[in-house]
């Protein structure tokens, strides 16, 4: 299936990096992505097009044009006789105003070390000296490689890791002309449907995509999996790889792919973006060979347990855990309704030889609230368990309620 830039930028501009769910007015919008590219290709104009057609105004800099203190903050006096640091971006005060839309900043590899350090607390932190942007601004960048781009500068590793990184292949001549001559836009989803489709599935995404990195972790227990900062001179360097944040990014692009129902090439191409391409094409493949249910699946038809994949099994059970515990604090009558059901699938766990596996994911919901006294089922379904784990030292977890 074709990855369009249409695709990839509404990912993009519509990845959570808070809780969008319990925090929506605090949750900063966007996965901060950088399009690789050929110049004249067309990079800063799609990423215009489709921020307008979600509704969000843009704004462009081009930071190889701007000072460090531009992006940094320039000393001004705070009026109580010490100094503050204040933006010297227009682009920025016009966003703020708005508290929405998307800074892009073009040309990024053109810009030398010293200014790309300075615009490093905007990406990450969306700070511009002392002003913090609103969590509405979402960030975006485009370059050329290096040796395309005038007086181009590979990016450094702490701007590199900030980021994703999507490189566009030139069009062909048949691509171009049918684009140009299309009388119907791509379609792109509204921004205030799009807020709402997360709202509704983000929890059981992000869940997901937790438990798949979870079971992932348990299968390939190597640290380098987790963080491996390429060698000088190394190509990678300056572009996707392996780190605790990346991998983070990377698992809020691919459950932001899953609500907005993107084809699994859209969600591939994030996760080699932000971890890179060896560790996430690993990745991948352990994610196709688990096939790992949906954790509303579990619950409304069950699952067997497969001893031959015990990290599919972590997963599987952590994922119905973190769900359920999330759910507790949102909607606690659906909660309560799915305990037992989860009471259930652990009992079966344990009973076939998993009861290490079992035992964290029974402590999470024992913790959030799953416990005797609830509801007749829970009490029911618990008591089958109970016992079995008291030699684990288990039952001084659960507490009755009179």
Not at 50 to 65: A, N, Q, Y
Request: glycine share 8%; with cysteine; aromatic share 8%.
């Amino acid at each position: 299936m074709t990855v369009t830039i249409e695709d990839i930028l509404t990912v993009s501009l519509m990845t959570p990096m808070g809780d969008p769910v319990r925090d929506p007015m605090n949750c900063k919008m966007g996965l901060p992505t950088i399009l690789w590219g050929t110049p004249g290709i067309g990079k800063s104009y799609r990423m215009e097009f489709v921020s307008t057609c979600l509704g969000l105004p843009c704004e462009i800099i081009l930071p190889s044009t701007r000072q460090p203190e531009d992006a940094s903050g320039a000393a001004m006096p705070d009026g109580m006789g010490g100094v503050m640091f204040v933006s010297l971006l227009p682009g920025v005060t016009r966003l703020k105003a708005n508290q929405y839309g998307v800074l892009i900043l073009d040309e990024l590899s053109c810009a030398r070390p010293a200014v790309q350090a300075a615009f490093l607390g905007v990406i990450l932190d969306r700070r511009v000296g002392d002003e913090k942007l609103p969590p509405g601004i979402r960030i975006l960048a485009a370059a050329n490689s290096a040796d395309e781009a005038a007086g181009g500068w590979e990016l450094e590793p702490p701007m590199a890791n900030r980021l994703c990184h999507i490189d566009v292949p030139v069009p062909t001549d048949k691509d171009w002309t049918t684009w140009l001559m299309a009388d119907e836009s791509p379609t792109i989803t509204p921004l205030e449907y799009a807020h709402t489709q997360l709202a509704v599935g983000w929890d059981a995404a992000w869940q997901w995509a937790r438990a798949l990195r979870f079971g992932f972790g348990k299968a390939n227990q190597d640290d380098k999996v987790l963080l491996n900062i390429p060698k000088e001179g190394d190509p990678n360097r300056g572009r996707g790889w392996p780190s605790p944040r990346s991998w983070t990014m990377a698992l809020r692009a691919m459950a932001t792919c899953k609500v907005f129902h993107m084809s699994d090439d859209v969600m591939s191409t994030f996760v080699t973006g932000c971890v890179g391409q060896g560790i996430g094409i690993e990745f991948l493949t352990w994610v196709r060979n688990a096939d790992l249910p949906s954790v509303e699946d579990v619950l409304t038809n069950g699952w067997e347990p497969d001893m031959r994949r015990l990290d599919r099994s972590v997963a599987v059970y952590s994922s119905v855990a973190m769900y359920l515990a999330r759910l507790m604090k949102t909607n606690q009558a659906e909660a309560i309704m799915y305990g037992p059901v989860a009471w259930r699938l652990f009992t079966k766990g344990w009973d076939a030889g998993l009861g290490d596996i079992v035992f964290s994911p029974s402590q999470l919901l024992v913790q959030n609230g799953f416990v005797f006294g609830v509801s007749k089922e829970m009490d029911k379904a618990m008591k089958d368990l109970l016992p079995k784990m008291v030699d684990a030292g288990f039952a001084a977890l659960i507490t009755r309620r009179d």
